[in-house]
């Protein structure tokens, strides 16, 4: 039965990263590696999928916050705002990337609706072909609610990593520098 299971999260995931577009990442990874700082919001577990995305890229030795935490920095012209947002209609990410517009910062959507409220305040876009909460014949997924969603973004995030680690030839062993070390 595991078995069975595995293989329909797994064909969903590959099925759908195949269908992010590949020059709209290379974007992505362009305005990541030229920002001062990259900001990340989200809620749920879309939010927890960019904590584990901004830690990766921390790792990589890039300043990454999260929006709400405190120790969260200003931002400014010099920085990017990562929303994740599948359906780019939820109220608080929709309010930040508002708010990161007004003090001259670029606004990265990565979600499943190109045609959201977010796209007023969006600069680049990366779609994710998988359901969200208003549209779920979309890649119609088998797992519940938009969990398709929260896991492709988590896996592109990884593979946005491997990339920027191939495109800045860094070693990575040497990457243990930036791991957490009072544990």
Known sequence: MYEEYEKIVINEIDKTLENVNKEDVE????????????????????????????KRLNHLGIETVVVGEITEPAITDKDIL??????????????????????????????????????????????IPASNKYDSSLNASKQPMTSLFEQSLLILGDI??????????????SLWQYHANLE
């Open 27 to 54: 974007t992505l990874i362009q305005w990541i590696c030229s920002a001062e700082k990259v900001f990340f919001v989200g809620v749920g577990r879309v939010l927890l999928s960019l904590e584990a995305i901004a």
């Open 160 to 173: 946005v990593a491997l990339m920027i680690v191939n495109q800045d030839k860094i070693d990575i062993s």
């Open 82 to 127: 990562i929303v994740g947002s599948g359906s780019g209609e939820t109220g608080f990410p929709l309010f930040i990337a508002s708010k990161a517009k007004s003090f001259g910062a670029k606004v990265i959507h990565i979600g499943t609706n190109r045609e959201s409220s977010m796209a007023k305040y969006t600069d680049h876009f990366v779609y």
